[in-house]
């Protein structure tokens, strides 16, 4: 789905590397999320935001950080990457109601030296 | 606290058996659940959900409150179901609604 891209798509860095993933939307969509995917542990929410003004931290936060530039945009950074940050991150969106689905953004995946 | 659990991490079944890819959960309130698929170098996808009540290339999933249960399932696997398969809950949490996520199943389907 085209309507949901990140940037970039792959990325290699060294420890203690600021870096700072991008997401972006035409949806219209109100909510953002930012998932990681590791093998054996499936997908689980980092950060999500429900409009501009609202951040929240999900199950595994630390370490993470992320900013809602607009309705459209929403960033996840990595202030100091370190090696067991190494994964596939997600970026989704969804409209208001609950019983919405989530749209998934194509994935970025990220090596830490 | 809510949790999704997919017993099975890998499947395999030859083209034409029937499959059932295993979900339970765990949530105290009235569920929504889904199942997500991602097909190799694919992004995930939505591939139903239960309040839709609907077959989706084939795949169906019953609700089953008794059991905690919503177990996807397919009479006749087809070389193109190859990929993994997520089951998902929605729930509320002081008003805010997130999606929980299973571990994820891999799903192989051979010729």
């Known amino acids: 789905d085209a309507d949901v891209t990140q940037t970039p798509r792959n990325r290699i860095t060294k420890t203690g590397k600021r870096i700072m993933l991008e997401c972006s939307q035409t949806?219209?969509?109100?909510?953002m999320y930012w998932y990681r995917q590791d093998p054996g542990l499936g997908l689980r929410l980092i950060y999500y935001s429900f409009d501009v003004k609202d951040i929240n931290k999900g199950e595994i936060s630390d370490g993470y950080s992320v900013s809602r530039q607009a309705q459209a945009k929403f960033s996840l950074s990595l202030e100091s990457a370190i090696p067991n940050q190494t994964a596939l991150y997600f970026c989704a969106t969804s409209g208001i109601d609950y019983q919405e689905t989530q749209y998934f953004g194509p994935g970025t995946r990220l090596l830490v030296l | 606290a809510q949790r999704v659990t997919q017993p099975e991490k890998l499947l395999s079944v030859f083209k034409g058996a029937p499959v059932e890819l295993k979900c339970n959960y765990s949530?105290?309130?009235?569920?929504?659940l889904f199942w997500y698929v991602q097909y190799s170098r694919q992004r995930l996808q939505l591939l139903l959900r239960?309040?839709s009540r609907e077959s989706i290339k084939g795949f169906t999933a019953d609700l089953n409150k008794g059991e905690t249960s919503f177990h996807l399932k397919k009479p006749f696997a087809q070389e193109e179901d190859s990929a993994m398969y997520y089951c998902?809950?929605?729930?509320?949490?002081?008003?805010?609604?997130?999606?929980?996520f299973g571990k994820g199943m891999k799903l192989t389907v051979n010729p």
């Open positions: 949530y105290s309130g009235s569920p929504e």
């Open positions: 949806k219209g969509h109100d909510r």
């Open positions: 998902a809950l929605s729930k509320t949490q002081g008003g805010s609604e997130k999606l929980v």
């Open positions: 239960h309040i």
